[in-house]
């Protein structure tokens, strides 16, 4: 399974950078904006200059960022029941351990810094990913096959949080970074018809779309 024990089922950075973009455009098209709340990822393209975030929760204990930059990507995770409040564990330092020190900028930020760290995994040439794996649980496994991917992790996503049964063509086209259109919207979510709702939300993570 994936994790910070095995990387080898995490796309290279480009990949990940569509797929995370395709999870926040399926959540924008699933859930009205008045249930943006509940939304489990989001996506902003401007976070820093020339820099992007994804952001994925799982509405409790577990969240993670991950950050692009052209000098590469950095993925932190966090789950707050494993984090050692009280001796402050693990420590950033031993997370990053081997980083660029212009990847370790980003670790220094504000929204890593709120939500903390239990793992971090960074790649510095788009492919090959690195992390400094503490012992015991770190909360990866849960988080990273969120981002695999692999578009039928779009599927099992949907059945269990929509709920609903997403169709895999066109669930693998959102993670493809294929355009949104009123027919694949449809063919998502059949109950929504308001396009300029979506066109906002889907514009505004930067995920092209021909509404």
Known sequence: MLSTKDLSNLPN???LKTFCKGLAALDIIMLEEEWSFIRRYTYNPAWRKGKEAFFATDG??????????PEGCVINGVDSELYDWE????RIED????????????MSSREVKKMKSTFCVWTEDGVTWRCNPMDGKDASKD??????????????????FYPADLPLEAVRQLADGAPVTKELAAALNPKRSDWEE??????????????
């Not at 409790?60 to 930059?69: E, G, K, L, P």
């Not at 001796?87 to 693990?90: E, G, N």
């Not at 988080?143 to 269990?160: A, F, H, N, S």
Request: no cysteine.
């Open 143 to 160: 988080l990273l096959p969120m981002i695999d991917g692999d578009p039928q992790t779009y599927v099992e996503y949907g059945k269990w």
């Open 13 to 15: 950075a480009e990949r």
């Open 87 to 90: 001796k402050k564990l693990p």
């Open 60 to 69: 409790s204990d577990q969240s993670m960022i991950v950050m692009f930059a």
């Open 198 to 211: 979506i066109k906002m939300g889907l514009d505004k993570i930067g995920y092209p779309n021909e509404l």
């Open 95 to 106: 997370l990053i351990d081997g980083m660029s020190p212009v990847l370790q900028k980003l």
